[in-house]
Each structure stands twice: as structure tokens, then as C-alpha cells.
T-cell receptor, first 112, second 113 residues
Framework: QQQVKQSPQSLIVQKGGISIINCAYENTAFDYFPWYQQFPGKGPALLIAIRPDVSEKKEGRFTISFNKSAKQFSLHIMDSQPGDSATYFC???????????FGGGTRVLVKP | DVKVTQSSRYLVKRTGEKVFLECVQDMDHENMFWYRQDPGLGLRLIYFSYDVKMKEKGDIPEGYSVSREKKERFSLILESASTNQTSMYLCASNRGSTNEKLFFGSGTQLSVL
């Protein structure tokens, strides 16, 4: 079974709009929650990451919101641009480990 | 610029063939990983290695083996390829510390006919 569930599978947003991707996890031992961005023909690359001691982290137009009690976290892409069109993966791992468990991915298309 | 290089971008093999996927990193990273990527399932860890000649099973090791004879090189082996192993295979590496950023290669799309 998938330990990290990601939704939606795909998303279409207009330029300038907000893209929201949600992830839910089951393992309470998870302590590190990164998001990876993948462009076609490329491997994923780290976009932003959060640890559960904070509820929100912002880097430019990208924000992670984290709800520890609900075991959920989300990625918000503000002012979405066509160059943000990519597949986004949430992931989680334990504090002392290096094994990332990935969500199923969300394909985002930003229309000009 | 850091680099993880996978030997083939596309590979077509026959059922029952032995398949080798090669990965080389130039960052002197201790850890190396093999993932497979399938639509809707995300990335699933097959095997990883935290040192030369060391390996650990990931979440889906069945039907695969690995080899790490040198620090910079990590090979994934399909002993007898099957059609359900048709997938995108991604190699990654990172430093030995906990939860360091993963650096991925561009992937090998393997088709088993």
C-alpha cells in the first residue's frame, strides 16, 4: 500500500493562478517532507522541503503547508507560470534515515 | 556542476534476457539509489547502497539485484527480464548524512518485449 498518498493526479491552471497539491501520510515516524519537481526527459530535482517543527515554509512562489495532527502537507504554487508545468512529487522519510517514500505524482499544466 | 549519468536513455530487451543498467556519479557521494517510476505509483525504491560493496533492499527488490564495486558506480541487474519490469528507471545519489538532497539521473526507459 502507498504510505504517501498524493492528489490530484493531474491539474490544469491558468497563468497567474494558484496550484495546490495535497499529500497525506500514515507513518508517524516520518520526519522530513520534501517536494521534487520533474520536467519531461529529466530526473526529479529537489524543490523545497519541510520538517514538522514548522507549519509553513515559503521559497519564492512555492509554499509548503504542514498539518502534523492531520498527517497532511501540501504544496502551493502562487502566480503559476507556464515554466512551472512539470510533475511534482511529495515524499517523506524518517528522521534518521535516507529512504524516501514518494507519492504518486501530480502532473501540473499551466496554460498561458 | 554535479552529475549523475545513466548509461542509456532508452533500452529494449526481450523477455528472459539479463539486463544491466549502469549509473555513475561524479560527486563522491556515499549513497546511491535505484528507483523505478510508473504512472500513478510515483517513484518506488528498488535497492540502495551506502558504501562500496554494501547494499540494502528497498520496497520492491524482487526480480532485481545490484552491484557496487566502486564508489562512483552503481549497477542494477535484471536477472531475467519480464514484461512487468517495463518502466522508467532512475538512479540517484546523495551524501552520507541523513536526509540529504537527492541528485537524480535523467532515467532509462526500459521496454521488455
Amino acid at each position: 500500500q502507498q504510505q504517501v498518498k498524493q492528489s490530484p493526479q493531474s491539474l490544469i491552471v491558468q497563468k497567474g493562478g494558484i496550484s495546490i497539491i495535497n499529500c497525506a501520510y500514515e507513518n508517524t515516524a516520518f520526519d522530513y517532507f520534501p517536494w521534487y519537481q520533474q520536467f519531461p526527459g529529466k530526473g526529479p530535482a529537489l524543490l523545497i522541503a519541510i520538517r514538522p517543527d514548522v507549519s509553513e515554509k515559503k521559497e519564492g512562489r512555492f509554499t509548503i503547508s504542514f498539518n502534523k495532527s492531520a498527517k497532511q502537507f501540501s504544496l502551493h504554487i502562487m502566480d503559476s507560470q507556464p515554466g512551472d508545468s512539470a510533475t511534482y512529487f511529495c515524499a517523506a522519510s524518517r528522521a534518521a534515515g535516507n529512504k524516501l517514500t514518494f507519492g504518486g505524482g501530480t502532473r501540473v499544466l499551466v496554460k498561458p | 556542476d554535479v552529475k549523475v549519468t545513466q548509461s542509456s536513455r532508452y533500452l529494449v530487451k526481450r523477455t528472459g534476457e539479463k539486463v544491466f543498467l549502469e549509473c555513475v556519479q561524479d560527486m563522491d557521494h556515499e549513497n546511491m539509489f535505484w528507483y523505478r517510476q510508473d504512472p500513478g505509483l510515483g517513484l518506488r525504491l528498488i535497492y540502495f547502497s551506502y558504501d562500496v560493496k554494501m547494499k540494502e533492499k528497498g520496497d520492491i527488490p524482487e526480480g532485481y539485484s545490484v552491484s557496487r564495486e566502486k564508489k562512483e558506480r552503481f549497477s542494477l541487474i535484471l536477472e531475467s527480464a519480464s514484461t512487468n519490469q517495463t518502466s522508467m528507471y532512475l538512479c540517484a545519489s546523495n551524501r552520507g548524512s541523513t536526509n540529504e538532497k537527492l541528485f537524480f539521473g535523467s532515467g532509462t526507459q526500459l521496454s521488455v518485449l
